[in-house]
């Protein structure tokens, strides 16, 4: 499989449960990647693995929170490798405590609903913002945000990281059409609920038990099913594609949700 043979692709997020697997899968279509994490080391040891098994990666430390790190990002790709066809987005801050403090509009704290915003919208506009005059100057690209299934309904909890991820939809859109003829393409992928290692550190069970039974497949996603999106998107297959939300949740949000599970979890009814 050489889909993405010599593309040179920048991954945001990539020690990630999804981004370590996405990862993977591009390398072994052929792919030349910048693995960017916030935590370094285990940047660094997927670097060395893909290495390892003949691809060419490396590794750079990423805080989305930053503007100088962005750039740093960007700049590193290009000096690394001279171009950047493939910009995946990847990276949210969804750490424990941004996870159990993103509630409602009422009751979360206000530090919550700006850390969001600050890492995962201003954060992928800044490397999409130091990404597109390379692009643009080399004649194309592709740009991948990750965005999520719960920005397409209203939920009663995790307002601010639903809320972040539909200002990085309508970003996505509006570099579609100001883009589309200089040869970028802008699209998202919107997970659902995604067993990767940190779900089960970082969410009660019986909540995965509920999105389980609103999920129409006869299976849970697990991260390669959102890298799959991720590499197609990436490729030339997908050429004819940009300004579109890809929605790989297993139709969780394709139908009437079971709004009356979550309720009394989140409000003590």
Known sequence: MSQLKDKVIVLTGAAGGIGSVAAQLMASRGAKLVLADVVLEPAKTLAEELRSAGAEAIAVEL???????????????????????????????QRREMSMGDTDVERMEVWVWDRAFQVNARGAFLTCHYALPHMVKQG?????????????????IQAAYSSSKSAILQMTRAI???????????????????????????????????????????????????????AFLASDESRNITG??????????????????????????
């Open 63 to 93: 805080d989305l929170a930053v503007e100088a790190s962005c750039k740093n990002l960007i700049d590193f790709a290009i000096s690394a490798f001279g171009r950047i066809d493939v910009l995946c987005n990847n990276a949210a801050d």
């Open 140 to 156: 194309g690209g592709s740009i991948i945000n990750t965005t999520s299934n719960l920005m397409l309904q209203g939920q009663v």
């Open 176 to 230: 579609a059409a100001s883009h589309g003829r200089r040869g970028v393409r802008a699209n998202c992928v919107s997970p659902g609920l995604t067993m990767a290692p940190g779900v089960y550190a970082n969410m009660p069970p019986r909540l995965i038990e509920i999105v389980e039974s609103e999920t129409l497949t006869p299976f849970m996603a697990v991260p390669i099913d959102i890298a799959y999106v991720m």
């Open 244 to 269: 579109q939300n890809l929605v790989s949740d297993g139709g969780t949000s394709s139908h009437v949700p079971g709004f009356a599970g979550f309720r009394p979890f989140f409000q003590g009814e």
